[in-house]
């Protein structure tokens, strides 16, 4: 087997985990509609009375949920995500996350627009193996595309930072 | 025939030469997000529906904000048909049936016929449903004027139970899914008694969680993340399509009017039942495939196979609009993307939409006859750009759809929270997509959470908490009884089918 091919979960246990997850949402929910009062009030049904009950179903769901995850036999053994795959969804979900990050934040927000051609420009080099040569006009005319379109034409701003201040757009 | 009347002051609407533009612009947008991984129906409206925030405000605004989103609906209906057949990826899940047959074809060098046939089917298929429409929809709505709270009860009821029981896969991760989207609908200031549910202090989930925020993460980042995760490579077959290949085809087409029909009418009834494009399709698929006199060629490339999934998936995709229109019931994940883009527009989905909107209903109505010619005119010329648009290597193509979600996810409130969140959904929509949780049933609870729970709070108030008012006339009796048998359908049918064996035996 190769590297890449290895399981790094079970179906069984990322199955049990995501019921579990379920379960505790369900019994968060009912928690808190209880804090508001979930019965009968002077005035018809309390706040909490509808989600409460929304809760009670989630709680049921994920426990059915769950005991299916354990009788699943040999099916459960099944690799959920294999190394390369998780690999290949890391490689895009972590630089995705950091794209997010450089957009807006209390410290050198660099816009949406610095940071998708930033963003482009990374996943292409990283992934894809180019070049600068079509690196550059790719990002740049996605990019100046989209300013147009939302600042100019359809009039939403989006976040923007340093670079287009410095051009006169804030 | 007052329908035809209304009609026709619908079509004086439509035929305006900037709703024809948008209507073309729709189409097309609509194709390429059909065409793209990771943008689909549902996301596609959803990060395009803040840009017609402003349009909608002028006079008549609303109506051309609904033709340009369901364009787009009926271009990515289309679109879902090109890469099943030349690239052997379902675009959408309803076009997975059209891959059986539509790719064998492709790949014995057919791919003009299949794509004719496919095109050709889904036009006749949401005509069919549009005449449906036309002229079941206000016999419903009128109907429905006598609704009150509990009867709407019962029908958000309905709807959630067809969901549960119609399901293809677990029950209770249908059941799971669907609550969750009803407790994320109940997050935030509660509008009765102005109470902050499920809130936890935090200042971010006073105004809720946004089901646009929930579909462009689930079914956009989601999608790309599970795409990614077989590599980078696509692969496909050329498309070359020339008049002569398209008018052979349609002489060809008419030999097999028996499964268009029936493919329509499985459709149209699959599509007004929540959820029901993706069933409708392989359900018109199995019949053809029984009932045709080659039903075991199927599989290696009939045209006929081409055309039951694709009739029928169009005719329940457009049919999904029945219910969202008089019932304020969406039908689909984009029908509800639609019905929350009504209730942004400061529109009423709902049997009143007939009477107080009229020119909107019907503007819209015949905005869908022309929409769907303008949808066969501009697929049938473009394919060969569609088809190239899809050869763009992934590696280019996934950084500008996430650039594009993470613009849609921050257009909606202008907000930098939303983008987290969309991000949040995704990780979510990739496991649930893994494991098997329907995410349809989940965004649907959370567009109609808020409403379901007021008219059941009216409901209970009315009868003072008898949770017997979901039975106390034969009206709503018969929609309370319609739903609970369809939530333990699965149940009777398997115990009807256990009864029957041992009677066998």
Redesign the interface.
């Known amino acids: 087997m190769e590297e890449g091919d290895k399981a790094v979960t079970s179906?069984r246990a990322?199955?049990v985990v995501?019921?579990g997850l379920?379960l505790v949402?369900?019994a968060?929910?009912m928690w808190?509609?209880q804090r508001?009062g979930a019965a009968?009030g002077s005035d018809?049904?309390?706040?909490?009375?509808?989600?409460f009950y929304?809760?009670l179903?989630?709680v049921i769901?994920?426990g059915?949920?769950l005991l299916?995850a354990f009788r699943m036999g040999e099916k459960g053994a099944h690799a959920?995500?294999k190394r390369g795959?998780l690999r290949?969804?890391l490689?895009?979900?972590f630089p995705?996350?950091v794209?997010?990050a450089l957009?807006?934040n209390p410290w050198f927000g660099l816009g949406?627009y610095v940071a998708?051609a930033l963003?482009?420009a990374w996943?292409?080099w990283r992934?894809?193996?180019?070049g600068p040569v079509k690196i550059v006009p790719?990002c740049l005319g996605?990019v100046i595309f989209?300013f147009l379109m939302?600042e100019i034409w359809?009039?939403?701003?989006?976040?923007k930072g340093p670079l287009e201040a410095a051009l006169g757009f804030s | 025939m007052q329908e035809i009347q209304s009609l026709i002051g619908g079509f004086a609407i439509a035929m305006s030469w900037f709703n024809l533009a948008l209507m073309f612009a729709g189409v097309t947008l609509g194709v390429l997000i059909g065409v793209l991984p990771g943008l689909g129906g549902a996301n596609g409206v959803a990060i395009l529906l803040p840009l017609t925030f402003t349009m909608a405000q002028q006079p008549g605004g609303a109506t051309s904000a609904i033709i340009l989103l369901s364009c787009i609906y009926w271009g990515a209906l289309f679109g879902g048909a090109i890469t099943s057949i030349l690239f052997n990826i379902p675009g959408e899940p309803w076009s997975v049936a059209t891959t059986f047959d539509g790719y064998p074809l492709s790949q014995q060098g057919r791919a003009g016929a299949a794509l004719t046939a496919a095109f050709t089917s889904s036009f006749i298929g949401a005509l069919v449903a549009v005449l449906l429409i036309t002229f079941i929809s206000p016999i419903i709505a009128r109907f429905a004027l006598k609704f009150g709270p509990p009867e709407f009860f019962a029908v958000y009821l309905l709807t959630f139970c067809a969901f549960v029981g119609m399901a293809k896969g677990a029950a209770f991760k249908t059941i799971a899914a669907m609550m969750a989207g009803f407790a994320l609908a109940a997050v935030g200031i509660d509008t009765v008694t102005g109470q902050l549910r499920l809130t936890f202090g935090f200042m971010e989930l006073l105004k809720g969680f946004d089901f646009l925020i929930a579909v462009i993460g689930l079914f956009g980042i989601g999608e790309i993340l599970l795409t990614i995760e077989e590599g980078l490579e696509f692969r496909g077959a050329k498309a070359r399509l020339n008049m002569k290949v398209v008018l052979e085809t349609w002489k060809e087409l008419p030999r097999y009017w028996r499964t268009s029909v029936r493919s329509s009418a499985v459709g149209c009834l699959m599509g007004i039942v929540p959820g029901g494009a993706t069933p409708a399709s392989f359900m018109a698929y199995g019949l053809a495939k029984r009932v045709s006199k080659d039903g075991e060629q199927f599989g290696n490339g009939k045209v006929e196979g081409v055309v039951a999934p694709e009739t029928a998936a169009h005719a329940a995709g457009t049919s999904a609009l029945l219910p969202m229109l008089t019932l304020g019931v969406p039908g689909s994940p984009t029908a509800a993307v639609l019905l929350g883009g009504l209730l942004i527009w400061g529109l009423q989905p709902g049997p009143l939409l007939f009477t107080e909107q009229k020119d909107f209903v019907w503007g819209l109505i015949a905005s869908m006859y022309l929409g769907n010619i303008v949808g066969l005119i501009v697929v049938l010329t473009c394919v060969p750009l569609f088809a190239s648009i899809l050869r763009v290597p992934f590696s280019i193509i996934a950084p500008v759809i996430l650039v594009i979600c993470a613009i849609g996810a921050y257009t909606v409130h202008s907000s930098m929270f939303d983008v987290w969140l969309m991000l949040v959904f995704g990780v979510l929509g990739y496991v649930f997509k893994k494991l098997n949780y329907p995410m349809a049933p989940l965004v649907l609870a959370l567009v109609l959470g808020d409403r379901a729970e007021d008219s059941f709070r009216q409901s209970v108030l009315g009868s003072q908490g008898d949770l017997l008012v979901f039975f106390s006339n034969p009206l709503v009796g018969t929609i309370t009884g319609a739903a609970l048998l369809l939530l333990f359908w699965p149940l009777l049918s398997g115990g009807w089918s256990a009864l029957r064996k041992r009677a066998a035996t």
């Open positions: 179906l990322a199955e995501m019921a379920f949402f369900g968060v929910v808190d509609s508001l009968w018809g049904p309390q706040a909490g009375y509808f989600p929304i809760g179903f989630i769901a994920s059915a949920n299916q959920f995500v795959e290949m969804v490689a895009v979900l995705t996350v794209y997010v957009i807006a949406i998708s963003y482009i996943f292409m992934l894809g193996g180019y790719v996605v989209f939302f359809f009039k939403v701003p989006l976040p």
